[in-house]
């Protein structure tokens, strides 16, 4: 018989993701939040709207997925369903924004 190990990582890795605060979690619900959403992502000709070196992603839908993203954050101030405060992001540049705001929040 062989035996099989079973995967810790996967738990592992699944506890280390902060649980969102549960008005983060209320205001993704909202039909506000998604009216929001929508505006901002249409605004940008449902393109990524990060510049990198002078040039502005290519990243659009809906070959890759776009996400709005809250440019100064809720936690920190920002306005929730303000289109001034939106900005068309891709997941790879979500995902390093978020990342940033988490860098300055720990340094202070
Ligand atoms: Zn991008």
């Not at 959403?37 to 002078?54: K, M």
């Not at 993203?69 to 979500?94: A, M, P, T």
């Amino acid at each position: 018989m062989v035996a099989i190990a079973k995967p810790r990582l996967a738990t592992a890795g699944a506890r280390r993701v902060a649980t969102p605060p549960k008005v983060a979690a209320d205001l993704y619900h909202a039909p506000e939040y998604r009216a929001w959403r929508e505006a901002v992502i249409v605004r940008a000709g449902r393109r990524c709207e990060a510049i990198e070196g002078g040039k502005r992603c290519w990243k659009r839908e809906p070959h890759n997925r776009m996400f709005a993203d809250h440019k100064v954050e809720i936690r920190d101030g920002g306005s929730r369903f303000d289109l001034d405060n939106g900005q068309c992001l891709c997941g790879g540049h979500h995902t390093a924004k978020t990342a940033q705001e988490r860098a300055k929040r720990r340094t202070g």
